[in-house]
Structures are given as C-alpha cells and as structure tokens.
C-alpha cells in the first residue's frame, strides 16, 4: 500500500510541475561505494562500479523536480587482515531509485547552468557475486546532496549519498556499517 501511495504522489507532482517544461537526462556513470564503518577485524576499501539509466526533470525556471531510475553494479572489497582468508568482494547489482529537487544557481541565457540537487533513494538489491543474497536486505533507503551543470545539450552531475539503512541483515557476523557512494553521471539533455 505504501508504494502505491508513493507511486501516486509521484504522478501527481510530475503531472503538476509538467507544465513548466520536461528534460529527459538518459545517463551513463561511474560510482564509488564504501561503509560507515571498517569491521574490527579488517577493511572495507571502495572499488569502481558503474551505472546506466536517466532521470527527468520537470520545471526550467529556479525549482526542479527529478525522478530518475538506474540500474547500478557497486563494488567493495574487504580485507581481513587477522587472518589468511582471502579477500571478500562486495560485488553488488541493483535498481536505484533517486527522488530529488534542486535549484538553478547560474541559469543565464547562455549554455550555460549550474544546480544544486538532493533528495531521497531507494535500493532494490537484485544481484550479489560470490555471496547469499539472503544474508543481505532487498532494499536500502538513502538520502543524498549533489551538484550538476549544463553545457549545451550536456550534463555532469556529481552526487553523494547517506544510507540510512544497512546493507546487511544479520549484524551480528560483520557489522560494516550503512553504506556511503559517489555517484558521477554524464549525459545529454533532451528538451520535450
């Protein structure tokens, strides 16, 4: 029922702010995970992921609102340093769903624009290498902060997310923490 009633807001506000002009932002991106905290007994390092996807932004003027859907490969690699196991890699495929707003900063009538952006996520683990899926929760909620700019039909945007909840269900083997990403994005603008 929560999703619902999520999925019909989200229809809503894009059916109201659509009156002001609708970018569609298809994206290709690199991303960087890592945990809030390292286990007592090793190291979590981050590892290069990627992603693929797009938003689109609905309002040209000061305010936007951004909706987007990515599917995203995240990787880490833990390190146990006590003993002689080898290295665990946390090699993990998902959708993320990023609800934002942002605001133009340097909207001009050149080519030229700079925002500032945040909002709320959502995780849906789909996929984990070399580990049980089930040991792991199926969807993790986020809270990021990020910055883009516009050049022409280009973009750059640049985001780093909170989790708010932990990748993993049982703590009580390896506790690693909520989880922490770099997200970069490039991509075209296409104006409806």
């Given at each position: 029922m ?6 019909a ?5 894009c059916?109201?702010?659509s009156?002001q002009g609708?970018i569609i932002k298809?994206?290709?991106?690199m991303?960087?995970m890592?945990?809030s905290?390292?286990p ?5 390092k981050?590892q290069?992921?990627w992603?693929v996807?797009g938003?689109i932004?609905?309002g040209?003027?000061?305010?936007f ?6 599917f995203v490969?995240?990787?880490s690699?833990y ?8 290295d665990?890699?946390?090699?993990i495929?998902?959708?993320r ?5 942002g ?7 050149s080519?030229?624009?700079v ?9 849906l683990?789909?996929?984990i ?5 089930d040991d792991?929760n199926?969807a993790?909620w ?9 050049i022409?039909?280009f973009?750059?945007d640049?985001k780093?997310?909170?989790?708010l909840?932990n990748?993993q269900?049982?703590?009580d083997?390896?506790d ?13 603008r296409?104006?409806l």
């Open positions: 929560k999703k619902i009633n999520v999925l807001i989200l229809l809503c506000s059916i109201v702010v009156a609708t298809p994206a290709l991106g991303n960087f890592d945990f905290k390292d007592s007994t090793g190291e979590v981050s290069v992921g992603q996807g938003t932004m609905f040209q003027k000061k305010w609102f951004e909706p987007g859907i990515f490969q995240r990787s690699e390190s146990d340093n006590t003993s002689s196991v080898d665990i890699d946390f090699n495929g998902g959708i769903i990023p609800i934002g707003v605001f133009n900063i340097l909207q001009s009538k080519t030229l624009n925002r500032a952006l945040g909002g709320a996520s959502m995780f683990l789909t996929n290498k070399d580990l049980e899926i792991f199926k993790q986020g809270l990021y902060a990020g910055a883009g700019i516009d022409s039909l973009f750059l640049l780093y997310e909170w989790s909840t990748l269900e049982n703590i083997d390896v690693i923490g909520k989880s922490r990403s770099l997200f970069i994005d490039a991509g075209i296409i104006k």
